[in-house]
Nanobody, 120 residues
Framework: QVQLVESGGGLVQAGGSLRLSCAAS????????MGWFRQAPGKEREFVAA????????FYGDSVKGRFTISIDNSKNTMYLQMNSLKSEDTAVYYC?????????????WGQGTQVTVSS
């Protein structure tokens, strides 16, 4: 069983930056995909970004393309989400997830979430 722990959330002004981390533990991950989702109050969960374990393939949701960068450090079993040019609409709880592939990522293991609040 894998455990995922997010960190790095907080309050930031619009236009600012934050970096989220997701530390994974519990088993080896080489065959898996990891990613980020977010959910704002009253809204549906939204896919943000995903990356394969080698870090060679990445995917982004349309709303964050060009502003967010996903990366992974295999030596630390940690995934990151660098968020730049933040907007008020980026305010949400951000969750990391791990699964067999992109299509089933939302069905895999999840962290507890970290709050990101962007003030305008």
């Amino acid at each position: 069983q894998v455990q995922l722990v997010e960190s790095g959330g907080g309050l930031v002004q619009a236009g600012g930056s934050l970096r989220l981390s997701c530390a994974a533990s519990g088993r080896t991950f080489s065959a898996y995909v990891m990613g980020w989702f977010r959910q704002a109050p009253g809204k549906e969960r939204e896919f943000v970004a995903a990356i394969n374990w080698s870090g060679g393939v990445t995917f982004y949701g349309d709303s964050v393309k060009g502003r967010f960068t996903i990366s992974i450090d295999n030596s630390k079993n940690t995934m990151y989400l660098q968020m730049n040019s933040l907007k008020s609409e980026d305010t949400a709880v951000y969750y990391c997830a791990e699964g067999r592939n992109l299509a089933t990522l939302h069905l895999g293991s999840w962290g507890q979430g970290t709050q990101v609040t962007v003030s305008s």
